[in-house]
């Protein structure tokens, strides 16, 4: 059974975020991915980056996204 590659993994983990987080648009969920992905550009170890990504990026959206209700 062949792997998916790492962008392959990181674009899934953009459509998962873009559908968690519809208020948001795709640009600002796909800045967030990118930004928490450059964190790990340094890794070694890449089994774990995308987790690690989606992990730290919807922590990001979230406060974003409360942030988005109390303001409205």
Same mark, same amino acid.
């Not at 519809?22 to 170890?45: G, I, K």
């Given at each position: 059974?062949?792997?998916?590659?790492?962008?392959?993994?990181?674009? +899934?983990?953009?459509? #998962?975020?873009? /559908?968690?987080?519809?208020?948001?648009?795709?640009?600002?969920?796909?800045?967030?991915?990118? @930004?928490?992905?450059? #964190?790990? +550009?340094?890794? @070694?170890?890449?089994?774990?980056?995308?987790?690690?990504?989606?992990?730290?990026?919807? /922590?990001?959206?979230?406060?974003?996204?409360? /942030?988005?209700?109390?303001?409205?």
């Amino acid at each position: 059974m062949g792997q998916i590659s790492e962008a392959v993994m990181i674009e +899934q983990v953009i459509d #998962r975020l873009a /559908a968690a987080y519809p208020d948001l648009s795709r640009d600002e969920v796909f800045h967030c991915v990118h @930004t928490a992905y450059d #964190r790990f +550009q340094d890794s @070694t170890v890449r089994e774990f980056v995308p987790l690690l990504v989606e992990r730290r990026a919807r /922590a990001e959206l979230s406060r974003h996204a409360g /942030a988005l209700v109390w303001s409205s």
